[in-house]
């Protein structure tokens, strides 16, 4: 069969995936306020898995209310979750696809905060820089609280019958905010050295090897670099963690439990590396971005930003973005680092669509696997495609991230009219979400 390399199976130390292909970290605000989830996420998920991914890896899902980032979204912060993941894995566990849960908090770093807890909690008591959330430095105590709420979300996933737990160490939430040198800032054993910034995730490593065992799957998504300095407009100081620290905490976090790494950058979410756009969709930003004005200290600041002069924010922001051309695999290179330090799987983000490149990737040993997340919202059937020798989708995702700029206040789905017949059809594609409805 063309691109061979794709379709063989990945044995971890406690998990095997059919195929090289993972469905990367995405997810649209379809679930209930509180937390508990909805027939519209199982519809989302099985749109990847009848699509033939080997493994779903879950959005963002916060390990207790606080972390949230922005409501309905479903959580696993409590007991009284369970049933639903259960549902949600067997479901998805009928096309022979594998669940990872991405155990997740968001420290100061948010969208929308709703009504439970207005102040986040973080490593610093400096707001997030990006839309100016406040927050409260996290004491010893609230440590021990969080690492625990971790261990107790993986527990929740074993006990639902999934396949394992991946940690959100990337892109600026919780457990970067204590990797990051250029947001932790503080003078005790969590802060200083990248030992002691490393602290954290390693107590949460080892807390959730004590609760499960050693038999369950865990991997942890980092950002091998954060360019947090990549917007001059935002002043966020400091370029943060480099390659070479990333590798060594992996290194850690391998010696501590973990079965792989997820490859991933940047120390703040959205950035202009991740997801990497071709041009920043600013006239749709203004459209969504309304919901934030009141929320965070920077929110009204930025939407007059994106409002009056989108030209500055579209070209600051598209100067720090990786040229069209890149996009596609541009974090091999820091893979492949990761890969020659670790003695477990590599699975690469960023761009993958087209399967000579991914088989090629493999093949010269960059990583093991890669994930994909807007290239299957464009074609959920990618791995189809793949499968009858075809090398990229007739119409793939054109990088455009209006999928990106619309999830904070519409449902997820490729809003690329340029992709659809017809506006019509791209929002009846979209609304296929919903069906079937919640109750049927
Ligand atoms: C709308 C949207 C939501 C995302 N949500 C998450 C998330 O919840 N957790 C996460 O780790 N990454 C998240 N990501 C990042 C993706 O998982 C992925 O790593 C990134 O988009 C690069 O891959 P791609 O080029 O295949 O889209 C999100 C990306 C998008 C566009
Ligand atoms: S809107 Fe569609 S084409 Fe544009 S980035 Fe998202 S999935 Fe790709």
């Known amino acids: 069969m063309a691109f061979d390399t794709i379709f063989q199976p990945l044995t971890f130390r406690n998990l095997t995936v059919k195929n090289r292909i993972f469905r990367s970290n995405i997810s649209g605000r379809f679930d209930n306020f ?83 807890y207005p102040k986040g909690l973080s490593s610093t008591d400096d707001p997030d820089p990006s839309h100016g959330f406040q927050c409260e430095r996290m004491t010893i105590d609230d440590i021990k609280f969080v690492v625990q709420a971790f261990a107790e979300g993986a527990r929740r996933a074993r006990e639902a019958g999934l396949d394992g737990v991946e940690l959100h160490g990337a892109n600026g939430y919780l457990i970067t905010q204590f990797l990051s040198s250029a947001i932790n800032d503080r003078k005790d054993e969590y802060g200083g050295s ?62 501590a439990g973990v079965d792989a790494i997820h490859a991933s950058t940047g120390g ?53 973005a990786p040229k069209p051309d890149e996009i596609e695999g541009q974090l091999l290179p820091e893979a492949r680092q990761v890969k020659a330090a670790v003695s477990v799987p590599v699975i690469c983000t960023g761009g993958f669509q087209t399967a000579s490149i991914i088989a090629a990737a493999i093949e010269r040993g960059d990583c093991d696997a890669v994930s994909i997340a807007r290239p299957l919202v464009a074609n959920n059937d990618l791995v189809k495609i793949f499968q009858r020798g075809e090398d990229q989708a007739e119409f793939p995702c054109t990088y455009c991230n209006k999928c990106l700029v619309n999830v904070i206040e519409n449902p997820l789905g490729c809003y690329d009219e340029t992709r659809f017949p017809s506006r019509d059809a791209m929002i009846a594609e979209i609304m296929t979400v919903f069906d079937p409805p919640p109750f049927v």
């Open 268 to 320: 703040f979410f959205p950035h202009p590396r991740n997801p990497a756009g071709v041009d920043l969709p600013v006239e749709q930003l203004v459209t969504t971005y309304d919901s934030m004005v009141s929320s965070g200290d920077r929110g009204l600041l930025n939407f007059l930003l994106f409002r009056k002069v989108p030209d500055l924010a579209r070209k600051r922001w598209n100067d720090a």
């Open 194 to 255: 990248i030992e002691n910034r490393a602290r954290f995730v390693l107590d949460v490593v080892r807390a959730i090897r004590k609760r499960v065992g050693s038999d369950f799957h865990l991997q942890m998504k980092i950002s091998l670099q954060e360019h947090c300095d990549a917007l001059e407009l935002f002043n966020r100081g400091p370029s943060g963690n480099t390659i070479e620290e990333s590798i060594q905490v992996c290194k850690w976090l391998v010696e």
């Open 34 to 116: 509180d937390g508990s989830g909805n027939q519209a996420r199982i519809n989302w998920e099985l749109k990847f898995a009848r699509g033939g991914v080997g493994a779903i890896i879950s959005s963002f899902v916060p390990v207790h209310i606080r972390g949230r980032i922005v409501p309905n979204y479903a959580t696993i912060d409590n007991d009284k979750k369970i049933p639903f993941w259960r549902a949600l894995g067997k479901a998805v566990h009928e096309y022979d696809c594998k669940y990872i849960l991405q155990l997740s908090h968001g420290g100061r770093q948010r969208d929308v905060i709703g009504i439970e």
